[in-house]
Every structure is written in structure tokens, then in C-alpha cells.
């Protein structure tokens, strides 16, 4: 039994990342290799054992919920053998995401000499994107009149709305002109008008990062959490920050109010002002 095929089909066919996939594939093969037995004869008691091992051997809640995650997939979603594996791990506790001051973010984009470079990681930043919807960015995505376009294959392989800024309209006009980009052709092309590699933006957001200074461990998500945290300072509410991120979950976006927290503590209540009511 082809378990790699099995897995990449499925996952492929339930919109999990190609990231997803490879994580799976990777805990299950391991474990059926410990084991030497095939799907069919793995038993749900084996399972348990194997990851009460992890444990043991100090593995974190999240990496042993991984390959829970992962053994669910096959045996349940792949093959429908209903193991009722109703058992989760405590998860260690997340840490709050980093983000950029906006004046640090103004000196990060002044150390990209690289035009093209500075226009793709001022784009990731202006609309919150994801390495992913970047690198898959076609001009078809585009609706410049509008300010607004298309993210395709983000996570969840989904498709979703984010937002132009004013400020980059003109810029991406120039440079799709200027390149005499057809609407099938991606905005940022890698070698021979292939599709970008993602390892190349992160390259880029690592160089910048040296150059800046910046302490911070910044990479392209970090401009998302960013561009977030920004337009909650700014004064937009959870619920219209939500959709521009294109989270499912209310719960997802509201990370973003604590990291703002700074900015909203210096807003009054309105039980201070009731003395200047005559």
C-alpha cells in the first residue's frame, strides 16, 4: 500500500497545504516503520502507545497533537477505519505574535534597494497577504480600479478579497505596463516567468531585516501580524479587521487587540470625562 499516494490524494482532494501533506505523510510513515505493520492491522491501542512514547521521551503537546492529526487523517478520512480516537494534548502555550512599529516598518522598506523587491514586500505588507497568495498573484487578480484583488491558494488552498492600497495603485499599474504583463502572467515572476519561489521572498525580508537592525525575528508573516495590528491601532474594530485576513474563526483576529494594547490603553474612559459634565 502506496501510503504517501494515499495521503497526497486525499489531502489533496480536502484542500489541505502541500506543507500539511508532507507533515502527515512524514509522522505516519515513521510510526508504521517503528511498528512494521500495515494500516490494516495498526490497532488503536498501538497508536495510544506510540504517543504516549513521545511523551515520555519530552515531544510537546503540539508536536504529539500533530501526529494524532496525522494518524486521524489516514485511518479515518483515507481509509474510514473508525478508531475513535477522542484524545487530545494540552497544547504549549502560544506566544503573541511579532510586529513591526510603523516607524520601524518605514526604515525596513527604505533598506530594500531592489525595486521590484520593495514592490512585492510593500504589497505583502499594504494588503496582508500571505507568502503564498504573493507568489500566486496573477494580473487577472487584480482590480486596480477597485483597490482590491484576489488571494488564491492561501491557506486552505482558498480563495479570498484583500485590499489595494492608494498609495501602491499607481506603482502596480507602472509595473504591469512597464512589463507588458498579460492577464494569465504572474505579478512577480521568478526565473523564465515561472511562479516565484516563496524561499525567495523570505531571503528578501531576511536581508532587509539584517540591514535594518532590527533585533526582531522578522519574516513575511511578520508583516502580516503587522499590517493587523496596524489597522487595529488605527482604529478599526475586530469584526472589519476579520474579513481583510480572511480568518474563519472571530477568535483568530482578536490575537491582534492585545498586541495593539499599547495604543488602546491611552484611549479614556468615558467615566474620566463625567466631571467635565457640568
Not at 6 to 30: D, E, H, M, N, Q
Not at 205 to 223: D, F, M, Q, R, Y
Not at 236 to 242: F, G, N, R
Request: hydrophobic letters at 35%; proline letters at 3%; glycine letters at 6%.
Amino acid at each position: 500500500m502506496d501510503v504517501e499516494e494515499i495521503i497526497r490524494k486525499k489531502g489533496t482532494l480536502k484542500g489541505l497545504s502541500p506543507r500539511t501533506i508532507k507533515t502527515y505523510t512524514f509522522a505516519v510513515k515513521k510510526f508504521l516503520r517503528i511498528y512494521r505493520k500495515t494500516p490494516y492491522q495498526v490497532s488503536k491501542n498501538d497508536i495510544e502507545s506510540y504517543l504516549l512514547k513521545l511523551l515520555e521521551r519530552g515531544s510537546s503537546g503540539n508536536t504529539t497533537n500533530v501526529y494524532l492529526n496525522a494518524f486521524k487523517f489516514l485511518f479515518e478520512e483515507c481509509l474510514g477505519r473508525k478508531l475513535t480516537l477522542n484524545i487530545s494534548f494540552s497544547k504549549t502555550p502560544k506566544r503573541l505574535p511579532e510586529f513591526l512599529t510603523k516607524e520601524e516598518l518605514i526604515h525596513f522598506f527604505t533598506c530594500i534597494k531592489n525595486k521590484k523587491h520593495l514592490l512585492m514586500i510593500t504589497l505583502l505588507y499594504s494588503a496582508g497577504l500571505r507568502v503564498s497568495e504573493l507568489v500566486n498573484l496573477k494580473v487577472r487578480d487584480l482590480q486596480l480600479n477597485d483597490n482590491y484583488g484576489w488571494g488564491r491558494l492561501g491557506k486552505g488552498r482558498k480563495d479570498r478579497l484583500f485590499i489595494i492600497a492608494r498609495n501602491l495603485n499607481e506603482d502596480l499599474e507602472i509595473w504591469i505596463n512597464k512589463n507588458n504583463l498579460k492577464p494569465e502572467g504572474y505579478i512577480f515572476s521568478g526565473y523564465n516567468k515561472r511562479k516565484m519561489s516563496t524561499q525567495t521572498i523570505r531571503k528578501i525580508v531576511k536581508e532587509a531585516t539584517k540591514i535594518a537592525g532590527l533585533s526582531k525575528n522578522v519574516h513575511p508573516h511578520t508583516l502580516r501580524h503587522s499590517f493587523a495590528t496596524h489597522l487595529i491601532q488605527n482604529g478599526y474594530s475586530v469584526t472589519e479587521v476579520q474579513p481583510l485576513l480572511g480568518h474563519n474563526r472571530i477568535e483568530t483576529t482578536l490575537i491582534y487587540t492585545h498586541l495593539a494594547a499599547p495604543k488602546l490603553l491611552n484611549t479614556k474612559s468615558p467615566y474620566d470625562s463625567l466631571k467635565e459634565v457640568n
